[in-house]
């Protein structure tokens, strides 16, 4: 029997044609700022951004964690939504790397506004921590896919002009926001001082996410990613991964979309299972548990049927549709689920 991975978009092996791009990959020693292939990425990016520079880091944690230290000192205060990744799956980085109080505000679907934002913002006296800067995460992980209307966005950068907060994203998967939305990565991404995307989610690369900004910001990371022990000699090889990825694994998210609401659809329709049809609107679906299983033996029973899936509580399952797992697999997971708790 096959499995059929849906824990995470993050499970993807590199296609023939990627890891041909790495064995081929011209590299040098990136600390230098020799290396050819990192340094095409980087212009690649940032040009798809509409950004003077982006940065090459191993992970996504890191990329979000080297954008707050970067941009803060130690006692400000940030302001995120309280499923966010950075704070949810980043082991306390903002409180351990940058010294930040972290202020969680809750909301339905993971979309911050600028009137929860402003409720939050701290009166400026001499007891007050310093509210300075506010994270948002588009597509949001824990919400399921969530996507953050544009219009909030630029309604909390403006607040955040105002108030002369620092406004950084965690868009892991704003290439999904991208897809579903049609609007362009430059502008889903303006309103930012800082922004973080992965590779290695969606677009299938196996390793690495990249900071983009400024110049100036992007300088200042450089050396915070030295000092983070991420500063890469032949990354090359990886960079070619993600050059690829980013060339070419864009316009394959809209299947993954599709394949998520035929796994959302079918779910929704069992007794067992309640899906908010609402809320799938990218490539992650969130299943609510009806019966008084709990997520781990669902999960065990899923996994003795070949289906693989993450759970988010004890009560809430995660599937993720990515780049290996096609229309039929999705169809088969939902026959088989349905036989099993059907
Ligand atoms: C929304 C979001 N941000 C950041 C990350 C961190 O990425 P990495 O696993 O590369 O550290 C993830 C990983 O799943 C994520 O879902």
Known sequence: MKTIDLRSDTVTKPSEAMRQAMLTAEVGDDVFGDDPTVNELENFIAELFGRDSSLFVPSGTMANQICLKTNSQPGWELLCERECHLVNYEVAGP???????????????????????????????IHSP?????????????????????????????????HELIFHLDGARIWNVHAATGLSLKELTEP????????????G???????????????????????FGGGMRQAGIIAAAGLYAAKNNIKGLANDHSNARILAEGLNALDTFEVDMDKVQTNIVAIYLKSESKAAEVIEKMASIGIRAVAYSETKIRFVTHLDVSEDDCKEAVQRISKAFG
């Open 130 to 162: 310093l509210t300075k800067i506010v994270a948002v995460e588009n597509s949001h992980n824990r919400h399921g896919g969530t996507i953050i209307p544009q219009n909030d966005i630029v309604e909390l950068a403006k607040l955040c002009k105002e």
């Open 192 to 203: 930012f001082d800082s922004i973080s995307v992965c590779l290695s989610k969606g677009l």
């Open 95 to 125: 409180a351990v790397h940058a010294g930040l109080l972290v202020n969680l505000l809750t909301t339905d679907s993971g979309s911050l506004t600028a009137e929860l934002v402003r409720e939050n913002i701290r009166p400026k006296n």
């Open 205 to 227: 690369a196996p390793v690495g996410s990249m900071i983009i900004g400024s110049s100036e910001f992007i300088e200042k990371c450089r050396r915070e990613r030295k000092l």
